[in-house]
T-cell receptor, first 112, second 114 residues
Framework: QQQVKQSPQSLIVQKGGISIINCAYE??????FPWYQQFPGKGPALLIA?????SEKKEGRFTISFNKSAKQFSLHIMDSQPGDSATYFC???????????FGKGTKLSVIP | NAGVTQTPKFQVLKTGQSMTLQCAQD?????MSWYRQDPGMGLRLIHY???????DQGEVPNGYNVSRSTTEDFPLRLLSAAPSQTSVYFC?????????????FGEGSWLTVV
């Protein structure tokens, strides 16, 4: 049973546009929601994370929006750049387990 | 800063062979884990360890073995390689075993089983 559903699988955005990636979770006891960024040939790296006590967190061009009642959270990349082209994973942990459960990933391509 | 170091980077195995993927971290992290990444499947946890001498199974442990004799090292052993184990393997570590900790990944080991 997949506990974190991520969409879309792939996304093509023009330079300067907004990239939006969505995730939905099932377990209401999750209490930590990170996003990881992975460039080709590299391991994932933490990009930004949020706790459910806030509805939004912004770091530079990257924003997480969190909707606790809908059990959804999303990553917004403003002014997308070709250097943002990577695979993005959402994840969740908590519920008595400290293991991260990952979504299946979204491959973002930002075209000039 | 070395961080999490994995070796080898690439490996080709024949079905039935065994091998060990090495992982070392120099950050004195308590928690270490192994994931496999397959197209369209995301990252799936194989085994993890919360400290030296302590290991436990993750989501997809079958066909793999681990041990944690030191804080620094967490090798992953493939006992009898199968084509289904063709994947990219990532070792990861975290300061402690608690929700909210950043997990640091190595750069991956590409394994092909023929």
């Amino acid at each position: 049973q997949q506990q974190v559903k991520q969409s879309p699988q792939s996304l093509i955005v023009q330079k300067g546009g907004i990239s939006i990636i969505n995730c939905a979770y099932e377990n209401t006891a999750f209490d930590y929601f990170p996003w990881y960024q992975q460039f080709p040939g590299k391991g994932p790296a933490l990009l930004i994370a949020i706790r459910p006590d806030v509805s939004e967190k912004k770091e530079g061009r990257f924003t997480i929006s969190f909707n606790k009642s809908a059990k959804q959270f999303s990553l917004h990349i403003m002014d997308s750049q070709p250097g943002d082209s990577a695979t993005y994973f959402c994840a969740a942990s908590g519920a008595g387990s400290y293991q991260l459960t990952f979504g299946k990933g979204t491959k973002l391509s930002v075209i000039p | 800063n070395a961080g999490v170091t994995q070796t080898p980077k690439f490996q080709v195995l024949k079905t039935g062979q065994s091998m060990t993927l090495q992982c070392a971290q120099d950050m004195n992290h308590e928690y270490m884990s192994w994931y496999r990444q397959d197209p369209g499947m995301g990252l799936r946890l194989i085994h993890y360890s919360v400290g030296a001498g302590i290991t436990d199974q993750g989501e997809v442990p079958n066909g793999y073995n681990v041990s944690r004799s030191t804080t620094e090292d967490f090798p992953l052993r493939l006992l009898s390689a199968a084509p289904s184990q063709t994947s990219v393997y990532f070792c990861a570590s975290s300061p402690t075993y608690s929700s909210g900790n950043t997990i640091y990944f190595g750069e991956g080991s590409w394994l092909t089983v023929v």
